[in-house]
C-alpha cells in the first residue's frame, strides 16, 4: 500500500543521491587520508627529540588547564576591556599611557610594528616549519581543556 502512494520515480532518484554521497565521502575519506600520511611523513622526518615535544606537549596541557579554570575571569577581563575602549569611542572616557615611561619601566624597547602582514607570514612559516612541536602543544591544549 505504502510502495503505491510513492510518486513514479522515487527510487531512481534516492538511488542518484545515494551515489552521489558515497562520492562526496570516497572523496572526503581520501583527502583525510592524504592528509594523515603528510602528518606522519613530518612526524617521522622531526629532527628534534622526544623530550622537546614532551616539554612543549606539557606548556600545551597546562595553558589549556589554566585557561579552562579561569575562563571566567580571562572573560571578565575583555569584557572590561572592551567596555573602556567603548566608553573612550563615545567621548565618555578618556585614557592616556605614558608608553616611553612603561618601556623604560619594563625595559623594553620600542618597536615599529608588532604585529603586520610580514610577521604573519614569518608565524605561518615557523609553525609549518615546526610541525611537530605546534601539533603537541595543541594536543596537550586539547587535553588541557578536557582535563580543566
Given at each position: 500500500m505504502k510502495e503505491?502512494?510513492?510518486?513514479?520515480?522515487?527510487?531512481?532518484m534516492t538511488e542518484q543521491f545515494s551515489e552521489k554521497a558515497s562520492g562526496i565521502f570516497s572523496t572526503a575519506r581520501e583527502s583525510l587520508r592524504e592528509s594523515f600520511n603528510v602528518m606522519l611523513e613530518k612526524f617521522k622526518d622531526y629532527k628534534g627529540n622526544a623530550i622537546e615535544i614532551a616539554v612543549y606537549a606539557g606548556i600545551g596541557l597546562l595553558v589549556g588547564f589554566l585557561f579552562k579554570k579561569y575562563i571566567k575571569y580571562i572573560l571578565l577581563l575583555v569584557l572590561f576591556v572592551v567596555s573602556l575602549v567603548i566608553l573612550e569611542q563615545f567621548d565618555i572616557l578618556h585614557t592616556n599611557i605614558n608608553w616611553p615611561k612603561l618601556q623604560e619601566l619594563l625595559n623594553v624597547q620600542a618597536t615599529a610594528d608588532v604585529?603586520?602582514?610580514?610577521?604573519?607570514?614569518?608565524?605561518?612559516?615557523?609553525?609549518?616549519?615546526?610541525?611537530?612541536?605546534?601539533?603537541?602543544?595543541?594536543i596537550g591544549f586539547l587535553i588541557g581543556l578536557k582535563l580543566g
Open positions: 503505491d502512494m510513492m510518486p513514479q520515480g522515487f527510487e531512481a604585529f603586520n602582514a610580514q610577521s604573519a607570514q614569518s608565524y605561518i612559516q615557523w609553525a609549518k616549519a615546526n610541525f611537530v612541536v605546534v601539533f603537541s602543544a595543541s
